[in-house]
């Protein structure tokens, strides 16, 4: 069977439901391990781009998962029709930014209200947000570090919701828990942000509202973490 890794191990944890759609499915790898495990019997693994497109069929192929995983080229949620009733989506490893784009655009797609598992690199908030604005409640959050990166993790049911800033920033969850991970990735958030306030201070024309906004976001850190 393929290797996957920790990350989406942990992603594949968080997928109950048996009709899957992987966007952006980098080779295959996640529905393979799903099917393998018998945890799902469907998916769609979905990529924009042929070279990958081409090794997610290579793989299913090799894997004997012709008839479970459906490789196709497609944009975002183009890859799928609602008549494959798919129950779960995974979008990971990309920005949060690409990530609620990726939903508003493919919206209509979402009509049989599927759960929704999401991996951004950065940029968590834009997701969140997303979420929020189409009927979806956040069910669980969770933090990973692999090869000196962290990762956080987004798990999400149709249902309403209405987040603070402080938990679009940081995670409804995540903030409560506050644990290792979270500190660690907020500590590295603050040596930027000290970094951005040197260089700006160092500017022959200081932006008194970009340090503002630095300093007041460098408080808020200080204030989730204590």
Sequence with gaps: MLAINKRLQLVAEYVENRRLADIGSDHAYLPIYLAKKDKIDYAVAGEIVEGPHKVSIKNVKEEGLVG???????????????????????????????????????????????????????????????????????????????????????VAKPGEMSLSEDEINFGKYLMIEKNELFIKKQKQELSKIEYILNQLEKANEVQENKVFEFKNKYAKILEIIS
Excluded: W
């Design 68 to 154: 479970t995983i459906d490789c196709r080229k497609a944009a975002g949620l183009d890859a799928i029709e609602l008549s494959d009733n798919i129950e779960v989506i995974t979008i990971c490893g990309m920005g949060g930014k690409l990530i609620a784009d990726i939903l508003e655009k493919g919206k209509e797609k979402l009509a049989n209200k599927p759960n929704l598992v999401l991996q951004p690199n950065v940029g968590e908030n834009f997701v969140r947000e997303k979420l929020q604005q189409l009927g979806y409640k956040i069910t669980a959050e969770n933090i990973i570090e692999e090869d000196g990166h962290i990762y956080e993790i987004i």
